[in-house]
């Protein structure tokens, strides 16, 4: 059997909050570490039953490595899309008020 392509969902910080990036793609911007992990976990699990071997990688400081926080097979499904939407920040939610 062929080995799995390999897909990296990267938690990365910048100035402006927390994204997600995978195969050169930005994810839209996450209110906090844990909603980007979130997202990250839920995106490399999608990504995972589509047949890549995919893992969620954050960096505990800006001068050490990635490590890796979840990986598709090994540890338990992300949370439920509703557990999501309950932590995504009030003003990232489709329901905030403008």
């Known amino acids: 059997m062929l080995e799995k392509t390999r897909l990296a969902f990267f938690v990365i910080e910048t100035q402006a909050g927390w994204v997600v990036r995978a195969d050169g793609f930005t994810y839209p911007m996450c209110g906090s570490f844990a909603d980007a992990v979130v997202r990250a976990t839920r995106e490399a699990q ?21 490590e890796i926080q979840w ?14 939407f309950r932590h995504a ?10």
């Open 46 to 66: 999608a990504a995972g039953l589509l047949g890549f071997a995919s893992v969620v990688l954050t960096r505990p400081e800006l001068d050490r490595p990635y």
């Open 71 to 84: 990986t598709y097979g090994h540890d338990t499904c992300p949370p439920t899309a509703r557990e999501e």
């Open 89 to 98: 920040a009030p003003n990232l939610r489709s329901d905030a008020s403008h």
